[in-house]
């Protein structure tokens, strides 16, 4: 009981927040007022996947370091880049510490950060409800609260009271959400459960890997088509719909991408023009140079501001890291998604059924946060997929031994 109450307890402080040297939450002054306590070296005896992790972090900050004794944009600036990655680590060993005991506390986890998400209210000033969604209004609110909410709220569903039906509703509710305007959180959702379904029906096994895999681009690219074509018939006019209109070949999916994560692939540019350290933590973009380039390519739907401040984008952990700091932080970045999807493709293979959607949803959810998200989710998102991750996988890995033994 205990536990849980700390896990519930610290999950509601994210909600919380002060200025210090930037936006700091009640969680993370926890975290870092609190590590000997939960630091402890025998979690790292037990888990050599955590001392990998710990290896790989403390080159990331080492290498951040370094970068911003030559490219800082101010000690504010470098103390915010540095604060995310220490904040990152010390939150995964966090949940590690009080998971490992007793994997119930995953579903709790879970379900109290959809309440701290609620608590917290919607992202960007978003207003809206269910009724103004249907509508194709409150688009904004759908994108980045009422989807972000499901995907943490469905796969805890589905531990909790898993039936054969699961999959197929993740696929409803992906659809919908991707009609509605939120095309990547639906999209997200949906390719969950189509994944799951296929692995359940055995597509995924071994011997047909390879052929489940190309069902699965097959199914993947035909749902995308079928988005297009809406589109194009006028009958789905939500969200970012208008980005099809810019492209020059809407059927390419890849193209449609960069329209809609046009700072990412900016980004890429910024880190080609300085990759050996990068431009450092929260650097001003201060001539408009990526901005005007952002603005070509997403024409009417970047509203360019000449007096507006921009910063040197990177809307892309692994790229984002490094226009920060550089090409080492960028490696230490991929390092740690492989390592974290390494572990979830071996998790995949011998976790219960009731656990699949969850961790699938972890494999999709890390590889886009990776790919097309902020430097900022380091500290927050990632860490509770990576946590739940590596004590699942322990406890799976210690269970099959006994079976065998047995």
């Given amino acids: 009981m205990r536990n849980k109450i700390i ?15 930037g936006t700091l ?31 790989i972090y403390l080159f990331l900050l080492t290498s951040q370091i370094v970068s911003e004794c030559f490219v ?38 879970l379900l109290a950060q959809v309440v701290m998400m609620i608590a917290r209210g919607p992202d960007y000033g978003a207003e809206g409800d269910i009724e103004s969604a249907l509508l194709g209004e409150s688009v904004v609110w759908l994108k ?20 054969r039906f699961i999959p197929y509703l993740f696929v409803v509710v992906g659809g ?25 029906n055995r597509l995924f096994k071994v011997k047909n890997k390879k052929i489940g895999l190309i ?38 999916p890849f193209e449609l991408l960069m329209r809609g994560r046009a700072e990412a692939w900016v980004g890429w540019q910024a880190f080609l023009d300085k990759p050996l350290f ?18 070509e390519m997403q024409d009417d739907s970047f509203h360019y501001n000449p007096t507006k401040q921009y910063y040197v984008p990177g809307h892309s952990l692994i790229i984002g890291f490094g226009v920060w700091n550089g090409v080492f932080a960028m490696v230490c970045i991929i390092f740690i998604m492989y390592y974290s999807l390494k572990r979830a493709f071996a998790l995949l293979k011998i976790v219960d059924m009731r656990y699949q959607l969850l961790v699938v949803s972890f494999i999709i959810q ?3 946060t990776f790919l097309f998200s902020p430097n900022s989710h380091l500290r927050q998102t990632l860490p509770i997929p990576i946590a739940i991750i590596l004590v699942l996988y322990l406890y799976e890995k210690k269970k099959k031994q006994k079976e065998l033994i047995n």
Avoid at 31 to 45: A, D, E, I, V
Avoid at 81 to 92: C, D
Avoid at 146 to 161: E, G, K, R, S
Avoid at 182 to 187: F, I
């Fill in 72 to 109: 800082s944009n101010g000690l504010e600036s470098s103390l915010k880049g540095l604060a995310i990655t220490i904040v990152s680590f010390l939150h995964i060993m966090f949940l590690y510490r009080f998971l490992h005991g007793d994997k119930k506390l995953i579903v709790v986890l």
């Fill in 7 to 21: 896990i519930i307890l610290f999950e509601l402080g994210w909600a919380v927040s002060f200025n210090f040297i």
């Fill in 278 to 295: 990068g431009h450092g933590a929260w650097a001003i973009d201060k001539t408009h140079h990526y901005a005007h380039m952002i603005a």
């Fill in 366 to 368: 890390i590889i886009w």
């Fill in 144 to 163: 980045f609260y009422l989807a972000p909410l499901l995907y943490t709220l469905l796969p805890a569903l589905a531990v909790l009271y898993y039936r």
């Fill in 176 to 200: 919908a959400l991707i009609v509605l305007g939120a095309r990547s959180g639906g999209g997200q959702i949906a390719a969950a459960g189509i994944i799951v379904l296929l692995i359940q």
């Fill in 25 to 55: 939450t009640i969680s993370e002054l926890v975290l870092l007022l609190t590590f000997p306590l939960y630091l402890k070296l025998s979690l790292f005896r037990q888990n050599k996947d955590l001392v990998k992790l710990a290896k």
């Fill in 215 to 252: 069902i699965a681009a097959v199914l993947g690219y035909w749902a995308y088509i079928i988005y297009i074509d809406k589109v194009l018939e006028g009958e789905i006019t939500a969200g970012n719909a208008s980005q099809v209109f810019d492209c020059d070949n809407p059927y390419n």
